[in-house]
């Protein structure tokens, strides 16, 4: 029942900074979910980039992102953000923003709900 729409990729040099967005509705935390960014470029596999679990508000990131990448909700648990800062031209993928019912880690299996995807791509 949980929708997504992310937001706010776009272009951008390297050592420059994007927020994503990730509209959330049908979620009314009346269970703990898991709220995670991924992202995939082409022709590589899908990978996990940060999540967030409320059931412990407990976050954690891929080694490639950590001390980059941000995430974290609004107060009304809304949207779902991803600040990206410092950006490098292996960032550049198609991201998305995905929920799933329970505690996952950042392996896409397992995640019910995901979003269209906005695209990120940083140039050199």
């Known amino acids: 029942q949980v929708q997504l729409k992310e937001s706010g990729g776009g272009s951008v040099q390297a050592g420059g900074s994007l927020r994503l967005s990730c509209a959330v509705s049908?979620?009314?935390?009346?269970?703990?979910?898991?709220f995670a960014w991924f992202r995939q470029a082409p022709g590589k596999e899908r990978e996990g980039v940060a999540r967030f679990y409320s059931g412990t508000d407990t976050i954690f990131y891929n080694d490639a992102v950590k001390g980059r990448f941000t995430i974290f909700q609004d107060n009304a648990k809304n949207t779902l953000y991803l600040q990206m800062n410092s950006l490098k031209p292996e960032d550049t993928a198609m991201y998305y923003c995905a929920a799933a019912d329970g505690v996952f880690g950042l392996r896409p299996r397992g995640y019910k709900n995901w979003g269209q995807g906005t695209q990120v791509t940083v140039s050199s």
């Open positions: 049908g979620y009314t935390d009346t269970r703990p979910y898991s």
